[in-house]
């Protein structure tokens, strides 16, 4: 087992089944995390400190959902990442799951291999990229949307709708580059960069979801059939 280096990333694994909790605590030790266990969504708000850096949590408990955990959570400002672990994969879940605040979603049964790879592309994309800053961009105007990218903010008229981190750099990105279109491919690469197992319908799923909190302007992303996305800013 890896040695565990002072400042390793803090772990809260939930999950009702505790065979589950030992084989996840087990594996990720050994990548050299520092874990903490949770059988509960209730124990599991008795054991989130500021210190942990990302919870993998299971959607069907008895008690509390971890869906509705997540969302009072986030109602609290609380912004750990979160990756589901659960049996339900059908397109409702995975949009259910990334609208109330998910990070991910690991579908049962899977492999350790696929859990640490996830776990470590979500710490990695909570880091600075290191790319150039957008410190000295102007924000996107559209009418009345305005897009910080400074702020990482959307703004709609007076109102400012929050977004997920993922769902902000999918809105930059076309945004833009209003003239492109991008396929779902390209976008994987983009946005997820090194993220493994992303699908296809990762990018519909949260396509659908940014063109719903878009309101009135979810035309404002089109979708070129056989092609993929682009900005449509004459809409605006």
Not at 104 to 115: G, H, L
Request: glycine share 6%; proline share 4%.
């Amino acid at each position: 087992m890896k040695q565990q280096q002072a400042g390793a990333p803090k772990i809260l694994i939930v999950d009702d089944e505790r065979d589950i909790c030992e084989i996840l605590e087990f594996n990720l030790a050994n990548e050299g995390f520092e874990i903490t266990c949770a059988n509960s969504a209730e124990e599991a708000q008795e054991k989130l400190t500021p210190a942990h850096s990302l919870m993998l949590l299971d959607v069907m408990m008895g008690g509390m959902s971890g869906y509705k955990l997540t969302e009072t959570l986030r109602r609290k400002h609380n912004q750990i990442p979160i990756i589901f672990l659960t049996a339900k994969d059908t397109e409702n879940d995975m949009l259910t799951g990334f609208s109330v605040g998910g990070d991910d979603y690991i579908s049962k049964p899977f492999s350790i291999k696929e859990v640490v790879a996830r776990v470590k592309a979500v710490l990695k994309r909570q880091k600075p990229s290191g790319e150039a800053s957008d410190e000295g961009c102007p924000p996107l105007a559209f009418g009345d949307v305005s897009i910080d990218l400074k702020l990482k903010e959307l703004t709609i008229g007076a109102e400012k709708v929050a977004l997920t981190k993922t769902e902000f750099e999918l809105l930059a990105l076309l945004a833009e580059n209003p003239q492109r279109v991008f396929s779902r491919g390209e976008i994987i690469d983009r946005v997820w960069k090194e993220t493994p197992f992303v699908t296809e319908r990762t990018v519909d799923v949260h396509i659908t979801r940014l063109r719903k909190k878009l309101g009135s302007y979810a035309a404002a992303i089109a979708n070129r059939s056989g092609y993929g996305y682009r900005f449509n800013a004459s809409c605006l």
